[in-house]
């Protein structure tokens, strides 16, 4: 079965460069999330889109932004990389008809290592 | 504000023996989803269950076995005979049943298991 696709699965960038994540969410699901998780720490939700709209927020820096396209893949763009930004970042899609009463599921892509130096 | 609380930091266990992973979450929501994730040392998030709020029924899967009591808000999580492999950190996360809404973690429990 299709899953969650993140790319890259690594990525080393210098201070002050900037960096672009990608996300293709299971066919048909209509939302995605964003999540970082930085070493030893849980996952911590970034930002979400359903149907290509902003959705909710989280503990996102003004130096991040995101965007879901017409094809419902999402892009996580970091600038002004600092050191803590090193982390994992998650993307997750899901399937949420009639606004989540009826509920298709939660699953996670492998994760992009983001390291910087 | 929804709250995932899991007390064991860190566990360790010879092989063969069971271990219960607590989770304690706290939320005003009526209905919600409960859930387990494992992250081995590769990273990836592993889906193990869901739980829906009004199905209390506990659930046994293989060596894995969970047990959801609504009344003290508590998801435990029981790996019998425990293998090298179950070797992982475990987080236990909450979300609300409406809506387009995020996962909230735990800040997880690493279980070692030691040959």
Redesign the interface.
């Known amino acids: 079965a299709a899953g969650v696709i993140q790319s890259p699965r690594h990525l080393i960038k210098e201070k002050r460069e900037t960096a672009t994540l990608k996300c293709y969410p299971i066919p048909r699901h209509d939302t995605v999330y964003w999540y970082q998780q930085g070493p030893g720490q849980d996952p911590q939700f970034l930002i979400s889109f359903y149907e290509k709209m902003q959705s909710d927020k989280g503990s996102i820096p003004d130096r991040f932004s995101a965007q879901q396209f017409s094809d419902y893949h999402s892009e996580l763009n970091m600038s002004s990389l600092e050191l803590g930004d090193s982390a994992l970042y998650f993307c997750a899609s899901s399937y949420e008809a009639d606004r989540g009463r009826a509920y298709y599921g939660y699953t996670f892509g492998s994760g992009t290592r983001l390291t910087v130096v | 504000a929804q709250k995932v609380t899991q007390a064991q930091t860190e566990i360790s266990v010879v092989e063969k023996e069971d271990v219960t992973l607590d989770c304690v979450y706290e939320t005003r929501d009526t209905t919600y989803?409960l859930?387990w994730?494992k992250q081995p040392p590769s990273?990836?998030?592993v889906?193990l269950i869901?739980r829906n709020s009004f199905d209390e029924q506990n659930e046994i899967s293989g060596r894995y076995s969970w047990n959801f009591q609504k009344s003290t808000s508590s998801f435990n999580f029981t790996i019998t005979a425990s293998q090298v492999v179950d070797s992982a950190v475990y987080?236990c996360a909450l979300?609300?049943?409406?809506?387009?809404?995020?996962?909230?973690?735990?800040?997880?429990t690493r279980l070692s298991v030691i040959a």
């Open positions: 989803y859930f994730y990273g990836e998030l889906f869901r987080f979300r609300s049943f409406s809506g387009n809404t995020p996962l909230v973690f735990g800040k997880g």
